[in-house]
T-cell receptor, first 112, second 113 residues
Framework: GQNIDQPTEMTATEGAIVQINCTYQ??????LFWYQQHAGEAPTFLSY????GLEEKGRFSSFLSRSKGYSYLLLKELQMKDSASYLC?????????????FGTGTRLQVFP | DADVTQTPRNRITKTGKRIMLECSQT?????MYWYRQDPGLGLRLIYY???????NKGEISDGYSVSRQAQAKFSLSLESAIPNQTALYFC????????????FGDGTRLSIL
């Protein structure tokens, strides 16, 4: 079956670091995406991992372990504008179907 | 201007009505998708299309139909709307290459009374 798990909610303080975890069990794997979604708005692309390891993009980093079916999104130097939902999505094989399976998202609240 | 445009942005209608949601894009992407988003359920794929002649059902296609009028236009229809189709609907596009993400429109908030 297909299953993607993320914590429902997290809170953190401005300036801190937060790690949002995602575990997945899918019938195949061909890449994992992280999206940010502010309330009532469109999801916007943050990062993509297909090989094991860490991808860094400014304040945001994403890690993947394919053998463990695990990813995390790391947000550093948190700002109030980082308050949003963060969606983990897995693309199954074959990659040219380009279908994404989304987790239910993690709502992050950043406090002053 | 937005690369992926959805119309209308909000719609309130009654049970049994026929509704069409439209999506147009200027990104030049071949692949287009329709999702719905419900609280606690995440984004679920309704239909997707890889070109004008290609239409595929997604996870939850019952009660919906689509039309790919041109490379840039992909519309979603609810033939006879029911209250449990109340949701936030998103259109997305992608170039279909390995590391390329899907790009989402701003969404249509649909309420069926």
């Amino acid at each position: 079956g297909q299953n993607i798990d993320q914590p429902t909610e997290m809170t953190a303080t401005e300036g801190a670091i937060v790690q949002i975890n995602c575990t997945y069990q899918t019938s195949g794997f061909n890449g994992l995406f992280w999206y940010q979604q502010h309330a009532g708005e469109a999801p916007t692309f943050l990062s993509y991992n297909v090989l094991d390891g860490l991808e860094e993009k400014g304040r945001f980093s994403s890690f993947l372990s394919r053998s463990k079916g695990y990813s995390y999104l790391l947000l550093k130097e948190l700002q109030m504008k980082d308050s949003a939902s963060y969606l983990c999505a897995v693309r199954e094989r074959p990659y040219n179907t380009d279908k994404l399976i989304f987790g239910t998202g993690t709502r992050l609240q950043v406090f002053p | 201007d937005a690369d992926v445009t959805q119309t209308p942005r909000n719609r309130i209608t009654k049970t049994g009505k026929r509704i069409m949601l439209e999506c147009s894009q200027t990104k030049g992407h071949d692949r287009m998708y329709w999702y719905r988003q419900d609280p606690g359920l995440g984004l679920r794929l309704i239909y997707y299309s890889f070109d004008v002649k290609d239409i595929n059902k997604g996870e939850i296609s019952d009660g919906y139909s689509v039309s790919r009028q041109a490379q840039a236009k992909f519309s979603l229809s609810l033939e006879s709307a029911i209250p449990n189709q109340t949701a936030l609907y998103f259109c997305a596009t992608s170039a279909g290459q390995v590391a390329q993400p899907q790009h989402f429109g701003d969404g249509t908030r649909l309420s069926i009374l």
